[in-house]
C-alpha cells in the first residue's frame, strides 16, 4: 500500500474523504475505553484523531495510548468535516505512528511562573496564546510593509553599528568596534532623513536598542520599530499619516487574524472604532484636564504613563498630543512658529491603558536654529557633521514618527506585557534563550 | 492667483497640459542665450524646467540662473508630454522659487575617490547610480516578505544580542548587558529553528554582524540575510525552495526595476535565464571539476571565491554544490546517511563571478548525533542547553538556509561592490556616517 500524501492541516478541507497523513507534534491524548483521541499540532492548524479500538491494530492502539505530549508523529487516517472539532476536521486514524517520542514535556497546563515559561521560552512559543499573539504579529509586520510599498515609499535599512549618534545619551550598548567604539541604534531617523532627498518618503524597519533600567510590561532592551519620514510634509500631514497608518494595521489584523483575536479572547469592538480621524489635543489643554483630574501635572512636564492613560479615557479611539514643550523633547524636533516654547511633534496614545505607540514631529530644517539645539544639550556637535550637512545642501520642510511594532501589537491583541509579543524578548535580566 | 497644487514628478503624465508646481532639488542647470534648463529631482523621478527669458520676470529668470546644485526649490509650470526628456515630460515653467540655497555641494560630476563618496555617503545616495541600487534593493526585500508570506511561512524576528551562540567563534562584536557579556548575532538560524514546531514554516529577516577582518568587495560587518527554516522538508526540498526563491527575486527584479536597472547599465539577459531547476553538483564532482581545470584543491577543502566562480563558468545559471565534508561545514548540519564524510548541505552561487549568495543545510535532528559535533568542535555545551531542547521534546527532520541581501542585490544589479547596495555600509574602517 503506497503511503498517503502529507498535508497540512490548514489545507484538510481540501481532502474531505480521503486518506491523508499530517505530521506534527502531540498536543493532547485522551483514551475513554475503546475509543482513543489524539489531537495532533502541525504548526499550520490542530486535527484532533480519532482511535477505534476494534479498526486498529494493537500496536497503533498501544502507541497512541503512550505518546508523551509533544512527540512527533504521523497520522494517518480519513479526513471528516466536523464542525464540533477543533480546526473544523476530524481525521478517523488508519495508521499511526511515533516518529519520535519526547522526554517529558516541561510546559504543563498548569499556572507557571513567568520567570519559568521565559527560561523556556523556546518551547513556550509552541503554546496556544503565544502562536496566536506571534501571527498576529507577523501579519502586522507584512501590512507594515505593504501599506509603505503601496504608497510609494522607498525602505531603508538603517545602521545598527553607529558613531556616538542617538537621542538617549547613557542608555547606549556600546561595543569594541576594531579599536574603537561603536554603539548600537536607538534609531534610524537621522538616517532615514538623509534618505528623503534620493526618494522623498522613506521608511526603515528593524530592530533597535536600549540600554534602560525599565522593569515595566512596556519596556524591552531591544525592540522592534518603524519609522518613515517623508519630505515636504508638515506636522499636520505627519498626523494624518499616522491615523491612516494606525487604521490601516487595525483594520488588517481585524481581517486577517479573526481566529488568533478570539483565541487570545480580544474583545474587537474597541478595535472597529479604530477610524481616522483621531481627536487631537494640544499640549496645553491636554495639561489642563490632567489638572481638572488632580493629576500632579505643571506646563512644561513630559506626561507620565498614567497621565497618558487619564487622556485617552474620554475617547473611544487612540489620541494625538501634540506640540509639547521644547524642553520636554528631543533637539530635532521643529520649533512652533506659533508658539517658540513648543515645537511641532505628536505623540499617539493608544486606547485601553495601552499609552504611547507613536512619537513625531516635523524635524528642524533650520541649520542654525538645530546647531543651537545640539549646543543646549551639550550633545557632540562633532557627531552630527553629517546630519547638519542636510541642513547645507537643500534643507527641505520634512516629518515622520516612530512607531513600536510590541506596544501596537500588544494593543491590537489585547496582551498585558509586551514581552509575549516578541519571539525572544530581552529584559534588563534575560538575554536567554 | 492661487498656487499650482504640487504633485509628485512620477504622476506629471497625469497632469498633461495642467499647471503643477514641483518641489525638489536641483540637479544641473544650463542657460543658452535666452532659454534655460533645470533639471529637478524630487525623489519620485525627474523632470526639467523649460525657462524661456521672454516670458518670464527678470526675478525668476535670474533665480534659475543662479541656482546652486542641490538647492531646494518650487518650480511651476504646465506639464508637456516630451519623450525626448528625462522622465518623458518637461515644465514650461511659469514660476520657481528658490525655497534653500545649496553651499557648494561636495559630489561633482567628476571621478571622486571611493573614500570620499563614502566619507559623503549622506549625499552620495542622491546620486543616480546609487538610488538605482537601493530600489532594488528595496524591491527585492518586498519581493522577500511577499514570496514568505503568499506561501504561508510566519515571520519570525530573531534576536540580535545573544548569549554566546554563533557559528564563527571569534568574530563576534560583544557588549556589556548589564553586566554580562552579550554579542551580536551572526544568524538568526537556531532560533527560527525554536519557532518550526509552533509554526512549521517561518523566516526571519533582519541585520547580522561579523567581526571579521575582510577587506573584500564580497564582505560587510553589518548585512542583512533572510534565513527560512521549514519543519519536515529535506535537503532535497530545501533547494527546490532555494530555486523557486531565487527565481522569484529575479523576476521581480526584472518586472519592476527596468528603469532602474537600465540606469545601471545591466545587461539584463543572463538574468532572463534564471529559472529552475539550477545545475546540482556534488562537492566531489566539484573537487574534480576544480582539479581538471588545475585549481590546488583536496578532497575535504572548503572552496574559496575563485573556485565558486570557476564552477559557475559552464552554467548559464545560478549552480548548486551540495553535500560537503563535515569538517568544512558548521557543526549543525545534518549527517549524510549515505556517506558520514559529507553533510547533508548546499551553497548556491551566483553566476557571473558573484558567487556563494545561500548557504544551506538539513539541520542535525539528533541529539546524540548534536552533541557529539558540538563536543567534537569544543563549542560550549552549556549555550547550546536550549538548541538541544528542541532534540529532546519531539525532534523533527528540517531544514533551512541563508541568503545574503546585499550580495544577492549586487549581482542582479551587476555592481561589483556590495558595500554600495546597503543605504550606510559598514566595513572594517568605517562606522560613519
Same mark, same amino acid.
Given at each position: ?26 498536543? *493532547?491524548?485522551?483514551? *475513554? ?30 502507541? *497512541? ?26 481525521? %478517523? ?13 516541561? #510546559? ?17 512559543? /509552541?503554546?496556544? +496564546?503565544?502562536?496566536?499573539? +506571534? =501571527? ?5 509586520? %507584512? ?17 545598527? @553599528? ?21 554603539? +548600537? ?7 532615514? !532623513? ?46 494624518? @499619516? ?45 495639561? !489642563?484636564? @490632567? ?5 500632579? #501635572? ?14 485617552? $479615557?474620554?475617547?473611544? /479611539? ?16 521643529? $520649533? ?11 505623540? &499617539? ?8 505607540? #507613536?512619537?513625531?514631529?516635523? =524635524? !528642524?530644517?533650520?541649520?542654525?536654529? &538645530?546647531?543651537?539645539? #545640539? ?5 557632540? $556637535? ?15 520642510? *520634512? ?15 489585547? =496582551? ?18
Amino acid at each position: 500500500m503506497p503511503e498517503a500524501p502529507v498535508v497540512e492541516i490548514r489545507n484538510l478541507s481540501e481532502h474531505v474523504d480521503e486518506t491523508v497523513s499530517v505530521l506534527g507534534w502531540v498536543e *493532547h491524548v485522551r483514551t *475513554h475505553g475503546k475509543v482513543g483521541f489524539v489531537v495532533v499540532r502541525d504548526g499550520t492548524g490542530i486535527v484532533q484523531g480519532v482511535f477505534v479500538r476494534k479498526a486498529l491494530s494493537d500496536d497503533v492502539w498501544q502507541a *497512541h495510548e503512550e505518546t508523551p505530549q509533544e512527540s512527533t508523529v504521523r497520522m494517518t487516517g480519513r479526513v471528516k468535516a466536523d464542525p464540533r472539532s477543533p480546526g473544523g476536521h476530524e481525521l %478517523q486514524v488508519e495508521d499511526y505512528r511515533v516518529l519520535s517520542r519526547a522526554d517529558d514535556y516541561p #510546559i504543563q497546563p498548569k499556572e507557571h511562573g513567568v520567570d519559568f515559561l521565559l527560561d523556556h521560552r523556546h518551547l513556550w512559543l /509552541r503554546s496556544k +496564546l503565544q502562536r496566536a499573539g +506571534l =501571527r498576529v504579529r507577523a501579519e502586522v509586520e %507584512q501590512a507594515i510593509h505593504d501599506f509603505f510599498y503601496e504608497r510609494g515609499f522607498v525602505r531603508i535599512d538603517t545602521p545598527i @553599528l553607529t558613531g556616538s549618534i542617538g537621542e538617549h545619551a547613557g542608555t547606549l550598548f556600546e561595543t569594541d568596534y576594531f579599536g574603537r567604539p561603536a554603539f +548600537l541604534a536607538q534609531t534610524g531617523q537621522l538616517y532615514v !532623513e538623509a534618505a528623503c532627498p534620493a526618494f522623498r518618503k522613506v521608511y526603515c524597519f528593524g530592530p533597535t536598542f536600549r540600554a534602560e533600567k525599565s522593569k515595566t510590561r512596556r519596556h524591552l532592551t531591544e525592540f522592534w520599530m518603524v519609522e518613515p519620514e517623508v519630505a515636504f510634509a508638515d506636522s499636520d500631514e505627519n498626523m494624518r @499619516l499616522q491615523e491612516a497608518f494606525v487604521c490601516y494595521l487595525v483594520e488588517r489584523a481585524l481581517e486577517r487574524c479573526s481566529e488568533e483575536l478570539e483565541m487570545l479572547e480580544r474583545d474587537t469592538a474597541p478595535l472597529e472604532r479604530v477610524k481616522a480621524p483621531f481627536p487631537r489635543l494640544d499640549y496645553g489643554e491636554a495639561v !489642563e484636564r @490632567l489638572r481638572a483630574r488632580g493629576h500632579d #501635572i505643571e506646563w512644561g512636564d513630559d506626561l507620565g504613563a498614567p497621565d497618558e492613560v487619564a487622556l485617552t $479615557e474620554d475617547f473611544d /479611539r487612540p489620541v494625538f498630543v501634540y506640540n509639547y514643550p521644547k524642553q520636554a523633547k528631543a533637539f530635532y524636533m521643529k $520649533e512652533n512658529p506659533d508658539d517658540p516654547r513648543t515645537v511641532l511633534c505628536d505623540d &499617539l496614545l493608544a486606547p485601553e491603558g495601552y499609552g504611547e505607540i #507613536i512619537g513625531g514631529s516635523q =524635524r !528642524e530644517d533650520d541649520l542654525d536654529k &538645530l546647531l543651537a539645539r #545640539i549646543r543646549e544639550e551639550g550633545l557632540p $556637535e562633532e557627531a552630527y557633521g553629517w546630519y547638519l550637512d542636510l541642513r547645507r545642501y537643500g534643507t527641505f520642510p *520634512h516629518s515622520g514618527f516612530g512607531l513600536g511594532l510590541e506596544r501596537t501589537v500588544a494593543w491590537i491583541t489585547g =496582551r498585558h506585557h509586551i514581552r509575549e509579543l516578541i519571539p525572544f524578548p530581552r529584559l534588563m535580566n534575560r538575554l536567554d534563550p
